[in-house]
Structures are given as C-alpha cells and as structure tokens.
C-alpha cells in the first residue's frame, strides 16, 4: 500500500500507530526513573549500577538514529517501524521477565534497539500520511505525543506502582505494542526505497563518537568534574572518532550524515536552530529543581507543581502551532517562540525571591508557550526541506538535535552549578535565556527563505 491509495479511515488508523508508536519509545526512555531504588532493592545491586536501565536504553536509542535512518529510505520507514515494533516488545517482555539487574539492562539495551525505529520513522511516516498541505498538523501532533509522554511519565510510573509493580512498567508494552503493530502492519503506506549501500564504517564511527560523548558527560557530571582521567579520555577519543567520522562522510557514495540536506540552508539552520533550543529548555529543566527547592524554599511536591505548566502548555500550543504555520511563515513563528523563551527566562532569573507561585508558575507557563510555538514550525521546515525521498535521514536528523541539544545543555547546567556552587543554580538559568536568544538569532536567518 502507498500513500496514494490510503482512504480517510487508514489515514486515521496510520496516523494512530505512529503516534502510539512515538508515545511508547518516549515513555519508556524515563518511566523507570522513579523505581530505580525499588528495583535495585529487588534485584539486589548498587545504585550506581542501576542507572544503567535508564542510561542503557538512552544511548542505544542515540547511536541508532543515524543508521536507521538510513536503514529506512535503503528498505522502506513502514519495515523498520514494524521491525523495530517487534523488537521493543520482545524487549519489553525480556524486561518484564529480568531476575538479575545485568538480564534487565541487556533487555533495555534489546528494547532501547526497538524504540530507536519507532521514533526514527515516526516522523519520515508523518510525512508520507500527510496530504503536504497538512504536514505541519501531523508534525504538531508529534509535538504533542512527545510532551504528553514526557510529563505524563512520572504520573503513569506512580499510578502502575499503586496497583501493581514496577515489572508492569514493561508489560504494559506488550499489549499495546501487539494493538499498534497489527494496526500498522495494515494501514502504515510503504514509501518507494532507494537504491543506495549502507556506511558500515560511518556507523561504527558515528556510534563510536555518540557513546564516548554520552558516557564523558555522565562521568563529568558524575564526579562532578574532580580530576578523573575517564571522562577526559572518553571525551577525547569521542572527538577523534568524530573527525574521522567526517573525513570518511565527505568521501563516501552514500553517507550516514545527510550532507546533501545540510548543503540547503533552511536545513541547516533548522538543526542548529534546534540544538539551541533543546539546549536551553534542558539547562532549565535540569537547573529549576535545584532553585525552586533550595532558593526559593518550595516543598518537593510544590516544585513538581511548578513545573508542570511547561511540558504541558507545549501539549496544548503544538496544535494551535501547527495550525498557524499553514497560514504564516514558519521561519516567524519559530523566532517568536525562540524569542518568548528568553524573555521568560529572563523574567524568572530576574524574579526576586519571596516571589509567589503564581508568579513563578507564569513564567515557566510563558516558557512552555515559547517552546510550544517554536517546535512544530521548526520540525516542519526541517523535515520538508528537502525531497520526500530524503524523509528518513531528516528525521534522523530531527531526533539528532534533540539529542545534541539535550546532552549539551545536562552537561552546562551540572558545569554551572559545580563552577558557582553559591549562585550557580540561578546563573544557568541566565545562561539559558542567553541560549535562546542566540536560537532567535539563528533562526532569524531563514526570513530571507520562502517556506518550502
């Protein structure tokens, strides 16, 4: 089945799988979070040990976005979002069924594998269900799973531990996965695949370069940057990898990096335009806990409170966004977002501290507006930029900035605090609005553009 010979209803049903798809890959990148103690208790292992279940999924999902992006335009995105289905719901049950902390951070290694596809393809299917007129909605609808997902994880996480226990975390997948994939399997449209070889070489050195940078951050953040040689060997050898990987991308036939897109200039700046933001909603997200709680002395549960408004106010503004980028320019919309981020951010570093929480709230309410407004026109340029054929590496692409701009700005905020441990907690919020205000500057560059 091809694009063209969906009706209403498998148009429906498709966009359903996708989204389904999306929440569960999200969902279970940080649902465990909250049980880590609880699991460690039963599977007797250290704490430090345990982070792995978080940390393991996590980074297989990095080094695979890259390699099946290709692997989606070579084969078809409806194969490897069914492929990597399947294998995220034998890694669910591997999971649900783990006696040993080492059997579950290798099942998590198994479904971190799987989640990889379905947010991969997401996107590249988005496009491909999406009559092009009404791109940026199926684009905004991907805004909202992603935001839904990670604000509703916690809640979901403590609601299962209720009633039953943290192995459900996992099992839950099974049936739901079993529900998406059969929906899938009939209504997803297959696109045309392209004749191209797979850089073998360029993925090892891409998910060579991934995983020492991840793994040097965490070790820095980890020790809280004291003198350790392994996060600055890591870190160098991540560095080496990296140029290599570039040396060999510019020589190669068909290479893991889309340079042909970044050779488009509304591409390029889209990514960059994403890295600085992911950057500055993650030094804040990261920093806020720390300054709500120690600075302006909020009880736990009132700083959860607090900073509910963000990732739900994206959830609402996604759609309206979408709405709004078939009527305006994109380029417009996503500046003014980039710009309401930091001026809110700003506003909260330059709230005094006997503050009220209303106050508080408001701004972190305008921070989420921001970001709500900024995100689907800036995905929706990304992702058409360039022919349809070439949906899979920009969604690829999509799921890199998130990921580059989301480890740089963990790595800055824990910087920040270790370097100022008196002020630190509010300097990085300062630093994030600076953040922001360098993404609006970026982003004004594609005025000069039509929307494409």
Same mark, same amino acid.
């Given at each position: 089945?091809?694009?063209?010979?969906?009706?209403?209803?498998?148009?429906?049903?498709?966009?359903?799988?996708?989204?389904?798809?999306?929440?569960?890959?999200?969902?279970?990148?940080?649902?465990?979070?909250?049980?880590?103690?609880?699991?460690?208790?039963?599977?007797?292992?250290?704490?430090?040990?345990?982070?792995?279940?978080?940390?393991?999924?996590?980074?297989?999902?990095?080094?695979?976005?890259?390699?099946?992006?290709?692997?989606?335009?070579?084969?078809?995105?409806?194969?490897?979002?069914?492929?990597?289905?399947?294998?995220?719901?034998?890694?669910?049950?591997?999971?649900?069924?783990?006696?040993?902390?080492?059997?579950?951070?290798?099942?998590?290694?198994?479904?971190?594998?799987?989640?990889?596809?379905?947010?991969?393809?997401?996107?590249?299917?988005?496009?491909?269900?999406?009559?092009?007129?009404?791109?940026?909605?199926?684009?905004?609808?991907?805004?909202?799973?992603?935001?839904?997902?990670?604000?509703?994880?916690?809640?979901?996480?403590?609601?299962?531990?209720?009633?039953?226990?943290?192995?459900?975390?996992?099992?839950?997948?099974?049936?739901?996965?079993?529900?998406?994939?059969?929906?899938? *399997?009939?209504?997803?449209? &297959?696109?045309? /695949?392209?004749?191209?070889?797979?850089? @073998? %070489? =360029?993925?090892? $050195?891409?998910? #060579?370069?991934?995983?020492?940078?991840?793994?040097?951050?965490?070790?820095?953040?980890?020790?809280?940057?004291?003198?350790?040689?392994?996060?600055?060997?890591?870190?160098?050898?991540?560095?080496?990898?990296?140029?290599?990987?570039?040396?060999?991308?510019?020589?190669?036939?068909?290479?893991?990096?889309?340079?042909?897109?970044?050779?488009?200039?509304?591409?390029?700046?889209?990514?960059?335009?994403?890295? *600085?933001?992911?950057?500055? &909603?993650?030094? /804040?997200?990261?920093?806020?806990?720390? @300054? %709500? =709680?120690?600075? $302006?002395?909020? #009880?736990?549960?009132?700083?959860?409170?607090?900073?509910?408004?963000?990732?739900?106010?994206?959830?609402?503004?996604?759609?309206?966004?979408?709405?709004?980028?078939?009527?305006?320019?994109?380029?417009?919309?996503?500046?003014?977002?980039?710009?309401?981020?930091?001026?809110?951010?700003?506003?909260?570093?330059?709230?005094?501290?006997?503050?009220?929480?209303?106050?508080?709230?408001?701004?972190?309410?305008?921070?989420?507006?921001?970001?709500?407004?900024?995100?689907?026109?800036?995905?929706?340029? @990304? %992702?058409?930029?360039?022919?349809?054929?070439?949906?899979?590496?920009?969604?690829?692409?999509?799921?890199?900035?998130?990921?580059?701009?989301?480890?740089?700005?963990?790595?800055?905020?824990?910087?920040?605090?270790?370097?100022?441990?008196?002020?630190?907690?509010?300097?990085?919020?300062?630093?994030?609005?600076?953040?922001?205000?360098?993404?609006?500057?970026?982003?004004?560059?594609?005025?000069?553009?039509?929307?494409?």
């Amino acid at each position: 089945m091809t694009d063209t010979d969906l009706t209403v209803s498998d148009r429906h049903w498709a966009v359903f799988a996708i989204l389904m798809g999306t929440f569960l890959s999200n969902l279970d990148a940080a649902i465990a979070n909250i049980a880590l103690p609880i699991i460690s208790r039963e599977l007797v292992s250290s704490s430090s040990e345990s982070i792995w279940i978080v940390n393991a999924y996590q980074l297989v999902l990095a080094i695979t976005i890259l390699p099946l992006a290709a692997a989606g335009e070579a084969i078809g995105y409806k194969k490897i979002f069914l492929m990597g289905l399947f294998v995220f719901i034998v890694g669910s049950f591997a999971c649900f069924e783990a006696d040993s902390m080492k059997h579950l951070i290798f099942a998590r290694i198994i479904q971190g594998l799987g989640g990889g596809g379905l947010a991969t393809m997401g996107p590249a299917l988005i496009r491909f269900v999406f009559p092009a007129k009404l791109a940026s909605r199926g684009i905004s609808l991907l805004g909202l799973i992603v935001a839904v997902s990670s604000s509703a994880g916690p809640s979901i996480a403590s609601l299962i531990l209720e009633f039953s226990n943290w192995r459900w975390f996992f099992g839950i997948n099974i049936p739901l996965g079993i529900i998406v994939g059969v929906i899938a *399997y009939f209504t997803l449209p &297959q696109n045309k /695949a392209t004749k191209r070889t797979f850089d @073998l %070489l =360029g993925m090892i $050195y891409s998910s #060579s370069s991934i995983s020492l940078f991840i793994l040097a951050v965490g070790n820095f953040t980890a020790t809280n940057f004291s003198d350790n040689a392994t996060p600055s060997i890591e870190l160098i050898f991540g560095l080496l990898m990296f140029i290599l990987l570039l040396r060999h991308e510019k020589k190669c036939e068909n290479p893991l990096i889309p340079l042909d897109l970044f050779r488009l200039q509304i591409f390029s700046i889209s990514v960059s335009t994403s890295i *600085y933001a992911y950057c500055a &909603q993650t030094v /804040a997200y990261v920093s806020l806990p720390f @300054l %709500l =709680g120690n600075q $302006y002395h909020r #009880s736990p549960a009132v700083v959860g409170l607090l900073m509910t408004p963000w990732p739900l106010i994206i959830a609402f503004i996604a759609p309206i966004a979408g709405r709004l980028n078939e009527k305006l320019n994109p380029g417009i919309l996503c500046s003014i977002g980039m710009a309401i981020l930091s001026l809110a951010l700003l506003t909260m570093y330059l709230l005094p501290l006997n503050s009220s929480n209303i106050e508080i709230a408001l701004c972190l309410t305008l921070c989420g507006v921001g970001f709500g407004f900024f995100q689907t026109p800036n995905n929706f340029l @990304l %992702l058409t930029a360039g022919p349809r054929e070439r949906g899979g590496a920009a969604s690829g692409m999509m799921s890199m900035s998130r990921l580059i701009g989301t480890t740089l700005g963990a790595a800055m905020a824990i910087l920040f605090i270790n370097l100022f441990p008196e002020n630190g907690f509010l300097l990085t919020i300062l630093f994030a609005s600076i953040v922001a205000a360098a993404g609006f500057m970026n982003s004004l560059k594609r005025l000069k553009f039509s929307a494409q």
